[in-house]
């Protein structure tokens, strides 16, 4: 715990660039502009998502989290009446947009975890693949993030 405490007070991330811009930011603003740029990236990043590749998509799944992951640390942050509204809005948006991203990725992966269990041969195998689900499934996706860009932001 003293190693901990030295390190926090004095040690070597303190002069690291990333923490020299603006070492007595508020809290609030800091999450303000962390927010703002993970909700940038989903939002450039999934662009045109029905049609991107499955990789890249994983990549927005991946980006998304980060983005749930912040919004629900922040979150003391943003009290008032209308922010809580409005993360509770937001964190909706984002669980759909994690939900259907989750699901895209589950059929991308699934032929290959088939073949390591040695089941792709198996005649029901072909249920868990749902390939008619898929057209669906990115339409949903893109709808959701669709959702996710036009929801209020809590922290504005």
């Given at each position: ?7 926090a007070?004095?040690?070597d ?7 020299m811009?603006a070492?007595?930011?508020?809290a609030r603003?800091?999450?303000i502009?962390?927010l ?7 939002k450039?990043d ?21 983005l ?6 922040f ?10 509204r ?10 759909g ?13 699934a ?5 390591q ?21 990115l339409e ?9 860009i036009d929801?209020k932001?809590?922290?504005?």
């Amino acid at each position: 715990m003293l190693d901990l405490a030295e390190w926090a007070a004095s040690g070597d991330w303190q002069g690291a660039p990333d923490t020299m811009t603006a070492p007595d930011q508020p809290a609030r603003d800091f999450a303000i502009s962390a927010l703002d740029r993970f909700r940038r990236k989903v939002k450039r990043d999934g662009r045109d998502l029905a049609h991107i590749e499955d990789e890249a998509r994983h990549e927005v799944r991946k980006d998304a989290k980060k983005l749930r992951y912040a919004s629900e640390f922040f979150t003391s942050l943003f009290d008032r009446k209308r922010e809580r509204r409005r993360h509770k809005k937001f964190v909706a948006a984002l669980e759909g947009v994690q939900d259907k991203l989750g699901a895209l990725n589950d059929l991308a992966t699934a032929p290959q975890l088939l073949e390591q269990l040695g089941l792709a041969d198996d005649p029901d195998a072909a249920r868990l693949l749902a390939g008619g689900k898929r057209k669906a499934l990115l339409e949903a996706a893109a709808e959701a993030h669709e959702d996710l860009i036009d929801v209020k932001r809590f922290w504005r």
